[in-house]
C-alpha cells in the first residue's frame, strides 16, 4: 500500500486562538486529513500559542518589535514556514500586514479569514463600521491572500443579520460561530485540491467563484 504522507498546516496567528482551535479539533478528528507542522504568533502573549502547546503542536514567536522592517519580519517568517514545506497557510486572526516578501513564495496557498463581508470593510473595526452604515447584514469571508490588503479573490462568505440592539461584540459573537464553520470547509476544499487561485480568480472544481465568494449555507459539502 502507498503511504500517502498528510498535507502540512502553517498557522499563523496574533491573539486569542478560537480558529485555530477550531483546527486544532479538525486534524484531531479527521474532519481535515493535515497536521499542523508549526503554529507561529507574532505576539510572545497569544493566547493561541498556549492552546497550541497544550495540543502538543511546535510553536515560535517572531516578535514584529524586533525588526525594523515589514520586509524583515516577513523573511523571518519565510525563513520559519518554507523549511517546513507547507501545503497551506492560514492566517487565523494574523494582525499584521504582509509585504510581498511572504505572500510570494506562499501564493495560491495562502488563506485569511476576514470579518467583513467583503469587498466592504477591508482593515480594522469591521462590526462597528458595519453598524455605523446601518447594515441589515454582517459576516465572514474567507479569501485567498494576494499583493491587495483583504482583496484577495473570496473563497466563502457567510452572512448573519444584525438585529435591533446589536453592538460590536455581540455581533462579533454570532460572526465567530460563523468563522468556525467556513474556515475548515476552505481548507479542506484546498487540501483536497478543488480549491485554486488562478490570474483571474479563485475556482472550485474547476468553475470560477463569484466575486463575493460561495455563501455559506448548512449543506454545503
Ligand atoms: C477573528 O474574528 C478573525 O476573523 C479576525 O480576528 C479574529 C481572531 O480571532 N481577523 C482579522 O480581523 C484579520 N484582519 P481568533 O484569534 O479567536 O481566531
Not at 477591508?122 to 453598524?131: I, K, M, S
Not at 452604515?133 to 444584525?162: K, M, Y
Not at 435591533?164 to 484546498?190: C, F, K, M, Q
Amino acid at each position: 500500500m502507498i503511504d500517502h504522507p498528510k498535507a502540512r498546516l502553517a498557522i499563523l496567528i496574533s491573539g486569542r486562538g478560537s480558529n485555530l482551535q477550531v483546527f486544532i479539533d479538525a486534524c484531531a478528528s479527521g474532519e481535515l486529513e493535515a497536521d499542523i507542522a508549526l503554529v507561529v504568533s507574532n505576539k510572545p502573549d497569544a493566547a493561541g500559542l498556549q492552546r497550541a502547546t497544550r495540543a502538543g503542536l511546535a510553536t515560535g514567536c517572531i516578535d514584529h518589535r524586533d525588526y525594523a522592517t515589514r520586509e524583515e519580519f516577513d523573511q523571518a517568517l519565510v525563513d520559519a514556514l518554507l523549511p517546513l514545506q507547507p501545503d497551506l497557510v492560514i492566517l487565523a486572526g494574523f494582525m499584521r500586514i504582509l509585504t510581498p516578501v511572504f505572500i510570494r513564495p506562499f501564493y495560491g496557498r495562502l488563506l485569511n479569514i476576514h470579518p467583513s463581508l467583503l469587498p466592504k470593510y477591508p482593515g480594522l473595526n469591521t462590526h462597528q463600521r458595519a453598524l455605523d452604515a446601518g447594515d441589515g447584514e454582517a459576516g465572514v469571508t474567507v479569501h485567498f491572500v494576494t499583493l491587495e490588503l483583504d482583496g484577495g479573490p473570496p473563497v466563502i462568505q457567510a452572512r448573519v443579520s444584525v438585529v435591533a440592539g446589536d453592538t460590536a461584540e455581540s455581533l462579533a459573537e454570532r460572526v465567530i460561530n460563523r468563522e468556525h464553520i467556513i474556515y475548515p470547509i476552505a481548507a479542506r476544499w484546498h487540501l483536497q485540491g478543488r480549491l485554486k487561485l488562478k490570474d483571474e480568480g479563485a475556482y472550485l472544481d474547476g468553475d470560477p467563484i463569484p466575486p463575493t465568494g460561495i455563501q455559506y449555507h448548512e449543506n454545503l459539502a
